[in-house]
């Protein structure tokens, strides 16, 4: 029997309606009551907040295939230093995930090296070529959590409503990255003002939009429930929200950069603010932040997209896009949302907690006794400073390096096993 | 004259200060006075080493930079894609480093991709100048058009310049429209909407889809090159249909201001952007921009590698 008790903190579990300050108990990998024994550990959190493990919706572990950028074990290591005890994981690895074998490798392989609970998706179309669907039937019984042909569009609007009803079938999560590339075409980032000074060919908001609009129409036809990923322009809220309001199963991610990075950061050509979809203007982030707000973004999701140095470090248009973010993220949505927007601190944890486990059917989310004991402990009003240096991911390309940020994860158990333990609470006395 | 340039690059203009302009143009000035004498090479250079890197092809941007580097008694070497390793798959950064330990002093470069001059500029301790990147910038262009306007009339202040053409695909109308704002002319972009998104605007110059109303006030007319290789999203209906748009022709001329200036970067589609008499004709200022290039970067070489101020202005 192994315990560990978390001592004198809030508790904040939005998901059970809970935020009071107590102890949480710990036995055996899932979340306890009654009494801790002499044995058990005990961890001082007074002053900190006590959550339920946060979850990540939309990482990028490289695992198979590109492991020079990033694996399972680094992914989640660098997960749990963010706070994060799930991720959903992408299935734009090399092979791509669109069959069972390659997910049955990734669970296998998590559950060997990952330290923070890893939930694969498989891909909509064979290859993420969007022409032929994947087998979507036996991605699910091998455990996906959704489909997704992220980073590649379903740019065929009859496949995409194809997918849909065949995923309605099992009622599984259809995750889509918006871009008509006919409209994106070459584009690297925002169109707009600043792509005009600086001659780079512009990605508009409204390749975002189109495909969001045409999402939200088949996903009224055919009932499935859709997410469209990191959404980065106002016109798409605009239309999410519209058609959330009339009942639409359509939901929508927000990413940390896209609520406080804007286009012009761009101006030095350096590629830690190339990621797809791109940095937008102030008006964009704005309508983000108050979708978020209003309940029209659902969810907060990281697009952690590992790239090594020399991968990036080359002229702006050759870079691959993508940025990473698990070990900022958090720090960045307390600043931004909580500190700067004054939104409660539950929002945002039942965003990260409960609200994605219950849309994706994680079981997790929680701090009620008998659940997976995942737990998170964040320091709110912690001030600290990004140094890439420090990650634990594989891959250093952040653009919110230097930056200051208030608010951190602190702690982190996953399964009742102590994950990341940043002052080294453990072994205090 | 007291120097006021301090940069080890050229990058952009837009990063530039009107005084910054101005002393590259009084430089070019008395670097043009040298050009017209028997002797034509000075020894502002001499023992230092300039390198050509040609990433993407040119043909008058690259021998006006070799002839201003032995006009100032530089040593040179040039390199393209096709002589170099990055045609091997080097990389921009490896090829530079490479540069930098061979000791190159000044690094000309001419690249497909916006932001090269910048990428290689944060990374080595030599000067760089930009000659042309993408779509952003050709600094040394806007400048020699700049300088030439300013030869001809004696100012720029309030001066009207037109720039007509391909502007979303040009760095030379990005270089020229910060150089000419700048120093108090009135630039006004012409062409189709798909070639002239209306944000440029916020650029500070005005933008007008229709050539005939701009015609009666411009003092200058900058007519740009149509790409035909750039055309690949659809952009116009066909090069016929720009030309009868867009295309100053004899009739078009007509209507313009006695001794309107006429210019073009080259190379030109006679019958396209301008008609072929009118390249040719007494207005024509484009052969002079191409001599005016020489002086305006031997200026821009003998500044970035620390020359003192020359000339008054």
């Not at chain 2, 750039?230 to 004899?250: D, H, K």
Request: charged share 25%; hydrophobic share 40%.
């Amino acid at each position: 029997m192994s315990e560990i008790l978390l001592q004198g903190g809030r508790i904040l579990d939005p998901g059970s309606k809970r935020d009071a300050p107590g102890d949480l108990l710990i036995r055996d990998g899932k979340i306890a009551g009654g009494k801790p024994s002499k044995d058990a550990v005990v961890v001082k959190v007074d002053g900190l907040v006590v959550t339920p493990g946060l979850i990540d919706p939309h990482v990028h572990l490289r695992e198979p295939g590109q492991s020079a950028k990033e694996t399972i074990a680094t992914g989640t290591a660098a997960a749990v230093a963010g706070g994060f005890t799930s991720v959903i994981a992408m299935p734009n690895t090399v092979p791509v995930a669109d069959g069972p074998s390659t997910i049955a490798w990734m669970r296998q392989r998590a559950k060997e090296t990952g330290v923070a609970n890893v939930f694969p998706t498989g891909a909509i179309s064979v290859g993420q070529k969007g022409e032929a669907l994947a087998p979507i039937g036996a991605l699910r019984q091998a455990g996906v959590v959704g489909i997704t042909d992220d980073g590649h569009c379903i740019q065929s609007a009859e496949l995409m409503r194809r997918a849909l009803e065949y995923a309605r079938m099992f009622d599984l999560p259809v995750l889509d990255h918006c871009e008509d590339r006919t409209l994106s075409a070459g584009g690297v980032m925002n169109e707009g003002k600043w792509s005009r000074i600086l001659g780079l060919p512009g990605w508009p908001g409204i390749a975002e939009e189109v495909i969001v609009a045409r999402n939200a129409l088949l996903a009224e036809l055919t009932g499935a429930r859709v997410v469209c990923q990191h959404l980065s322009s106002a016109g798409s809220v605009r239309i999410l929200r519209e058609s959330r309001a009339r009942g639409v199963r359509i939901d929508g991610e927000a990413s940390p950069h896209h609520l406080c990075l804007t286009e012009e950061l761009v101006e030095g050509y350096d590629t830690d603010f190339k990621m797809n979809p791109p940095l937008r203007t102030a008006a964009d982030v704005k309508a983000i932040r108050e979708a978020v707000k209003d309940g029209t973004l659902r969810f907060l999701a990281t697009d952690h997209a590992p790239h090594c140095s020399y991968e990036k470090e080359v002229e702006f248009d050759e870079a691959p896009f993508g940025i990473v973010g698990l070990e900022t993220a958090l720090g960045v949505y307390l600043t931004e949302l909580v500190h700067q927007d004054r939104v409660p601190l539950g929002e945002v944890v039942a965003k990260m907690t409960h609200i994605p486990s219950d849309y994706f059917g994680l079981g997790r989310g929680l701090l009620k006794e008998g659940s997976p004991a995942d737990v998170t402990v964040i320091d709110p009003e912690r001030k600290w400073t990004v140094k890439k240096a420090e990650f634990r991911s594989k891959s250093r390309n952040t653009p919110f390096e230097g930056r200051e940020l208030k608010g951190r994860a602190v702690f982190t158990i996953v399964g009742g096993e102590i994950r990341h333990d940043l002052d080294g609470r453990a072994s205090k006395k | 004259m007291s120097t006021v340039w301090h940069r080890k690059d050229l990058l952009s203009l837009r990063e530039l200060s009107a005084d910054e302009l101005n002393q590259v143009l009084v430089t070019a000035k008395v670097f043009k006075e040298i050009l017209g004498r028997p002797i034509k090479k000075v020894p502002s250079l001499q023992g230092r080493t300039v390198v050509n890197l040609f990433v993407e092809p040119s043909t008058r941007t690259k021998i006006s930079f070799e002839l201003a580097a032995v006009r100032l008694s530089a040593d040179v070497v040039s390199l393209d894609k096709d002589s170099s390793s990055l045609r091997k798959g080097e990389t921009l950064s490896d090829t530079a480093k490479n540069l930098e330990a061979l000791q190159a002093g000044i690094i000309v470069i001419r690249h497909r991709s916006a932001g090269a001059a910048h990428f290689l500029s944060s990374r080595l301790k030599a000067s760089v100048i930009n000659a042309g990147d993408g779509a952003h910038e050709h600094p040394t262009q806007g400048l020699l058009d700049t300088f030439t306007i300013l030869e001809r009339l004696g100012k720029l202040e309030g001066v009207r310049v037109l720039i007509v053409g391909d502007i979303i695909h040009s760095r030379v109308a990005r270089s020229n429209l910060w150089a000419l704002t700048k120093l108090g002319a009135k630039v006004t972009l012409v062409g189709p909407p798909t070639l002239l998104p209306r944000e440029f605007e916020e650029l500070g110059v005005r933008v007008s889809y229709n050539l005939d109303e701009e015609l009666g006030q411009a003092d200058v007319i900058n007519l740009l090159r149509i790409q035909h290789e750039r055309m690949v999203q659809a952009r116009l209906p066909s090069v016929g249909e720009y030309a009868g748009l867009f295309g100053l022709n004899l009739e078009r001329f007509q209507r313009c201001k006695p001794g309107v200036l006429l210019m073009h970067p080259g190379p030109v589609h006679r019958g396209v952007e301008i008609a072929s008499e009118l390249a040719d004709g007494a207005q024509s200022l484009i052969l002079d921009q191409v001599t005016n290039g020489l002086a305006v970067r031997m200026a821009v070489l003998y500044l970035v590698s620390g020359g003192r101020g020359l000339g008054e202005p």
